[in-house]
């Protein structure tokens, strides 16, 4: 089971950090990710982890994806937060792997979003 939190409603350039908690199986034996959505649009790859870190290329440099494993949760941090960030966003866990992990059919589990609002 996994549970998303953190999102907000901040102004472009502020932070925030959203938490995807899991219970069960250990966070380290997968390739967790963040995706989201924003209304109107496709569900989109954010970031992922398990050895090393991915992001796609809008977040790179201003988000920070990482993982605790003594609390068994991902974390993504973000930073500069533009309008266009503006989504719920999601945390998936499953076995991607390089050529997958962009993919939303790579991951199984998803949980329940949480919603980043960023407006002036």
């Known amino acids: 089971q996994l549970q998303a939190s953190g999102g907000g409603s901040v102004q472009p350039g502020d932070s925030l950090r959203l938490s995807c908690a899991a219970s069960?199986?250990?966070?380290?034996?997968?390739?967790t990710a963040w995706f989201r959505q924003a209304p109107g649009k496709e569900r989109e790859f954010v970031a992922a982890?398990?050895?090393?870190?991915h992001y796609a290329e809008s977040v790179r440099g201003r988000f920070t994806i990482s993982r605790d494993n003594a609390k068994n949760t991902v974390y993504l941090e973000m930073n500069s937060l533009k309008p266009e960030d503006a989504a719920v966003y999601y945390c998936?866990?499953?076995?991607?792997?390089?050529?997958?992990?962009?993919?939303?059919?790579?991951?199984?589990?998803w949980g329940q979003g949480t919603e980043v609002t960023v407006s002036s």
């Open positions: 069960g199986r250990a966070l380290r034996e997968f390739t």
């Open positions: 998936a866990v499953g076995r991607a792997i390089l050529s997958t992990y962009t993919l939303l059919s790579a991951y199984s589990y």
């Open positions: 982890i398990r050895d090393r870190a």
